[in-house]
């Protein structure tokens, strides 16, 4: 599936699960963690504890449902920073960007061919922070792609030859500002997982079937080919969030030393969903549903080998665990 975007649909336990995430697959498949894009809440980059864990990681940062009026005259604000994340997904995911010519740098086409060693005369972009469409300068460094970051691999802003202003980032590859080629990682449900407050059980918190088609309609409408997986993770004996949601930064949190885990499941298509079910409406809250039961699925079945310490003995028919690192 080269060239194709993935989509990770997936519970959310702790702001840790980026790193559990790129830990777990270090040993077998360490790219999918360098080049995955997380979307995340705010808290991950105000809250002093949260942001060691976000950083070298790709984010698109958007305020959850549930925080959107806590300050309620900054709903605005925040609604119009998810529409801006939202866009630059699109432009994530999406078959091209911003376009260029190497005769005419100040827009009309962009192109791979153009924008590497391929190009006699240019082989450096750059995007100004204030817009990702907008191509207003060249250079003539080798090699050397230069943007701002909406999510691709990050690097240090650094100052231009000219000595001009360094507020520019840089890619590690053409692809990553050309669209396509993506790995996203989402969790739908617009938080972090909770416990059952009679059992104390840890469960996955129930999807956003809204956010779920929105991701959907994204990954089907950009010109390039997307697949969703379900994915369950589970470490929240890490640093567990609070019981109850809590509208303060700077929530008092134990952290520990704890096993963890992470299981993907085979691709759902919303097409057979909707085959079967035959009603549209219906077939998004039945996808989103079906998404849901697959996470669940995994993740009992990860409870079960961590907490209920059979290890790799909890493995089922549809779901073989394993540790590659032994």
Aim: hydrophobic share 35%.
């Amino acid at each position: 599936m080269q060239g194709h975007n993935i989509v990770f649909i997936s519970n959310h336990q702790t702001e840790a699960d980026p790193a559990v995430i790129a830990l777990l697959l270090e040993a077998t498949h360490p790219h999918i963690a360098e080049k995955m894009t997380y979307v995340a809440g705010d808290r991950v980059i105000t809250d002093p504890l949260c942001k060691p864990f976000s950083m070298g990681r790709n984010l698109l940062c958007v305020y959850s449902k549930k925080h959107m009026y806590d300050i309620p005259e900054l709903a605005e604000m925040k609604r119009k920073a998810n529409t801006r994340s939202l866009k630059e997904m699109a432009l994530l995911l999406s078959a091209s960007t911003s376009r260029f010519n190497p005769q005419n740098p100040v827009g009309d086409s962009f192109n791979k061919s153009t924008a590497t060693s391929e190009s006699a005369s240019v082989s450096t972009l750059i995007i100004p922070s204030s817009s990702t469409t907008s191509l207003v300068r060249t250079l003539q460094t080798k090699n050397t792609i230069v943007a701002l970051s909406p999510g691709g691999r990050i690097r240090e802003p650094r100052e231009l030859r000219d000595g001009s202003s360094s507020d520019f980032i840089q890619f590690k590859d053409v692809d990553t500002i050309l669209g396509g080629s993506q790995i996203i990682w989402i969790a739908p449900s617009g938080g972090r997982d909770r416990p059952d407050p009679i059992t104390r059980e840890w469960y996955p918190a129930p999807f956003d079937a809204a956010s779920v088609d929105n991701m959907r309609r994204l990954t089907e409408h950009t010109g390039v080919p997307g697949h969703i997986y379900p994915l369950a993770v589970l470490c929240y004996d890490i640093m567990p969030p609070p019981p109850q949601v809590e509208k303060e930064i700077g929530e008092r949190r134990l952290i520990s030393f704890h096993g963890t885990g992470l299981s993907v499941a085979p691709e759902i298509s919303f097409s057979e969903i909707v085959a079967a079910c035959g009603d549209p409406e219906k077939s998004k809250m039945a996808y989103a549903k079906a998404l849901y039961d697959s996470v669940t699925e995994q993740y009992n079945v990860l409870k079960c080998a961590i907490h209920g310490r059979k290890g790799l003995e909890a493995s089922v028919a549809s779901i073989s665990l394993s540790q590659p690192w032994n």
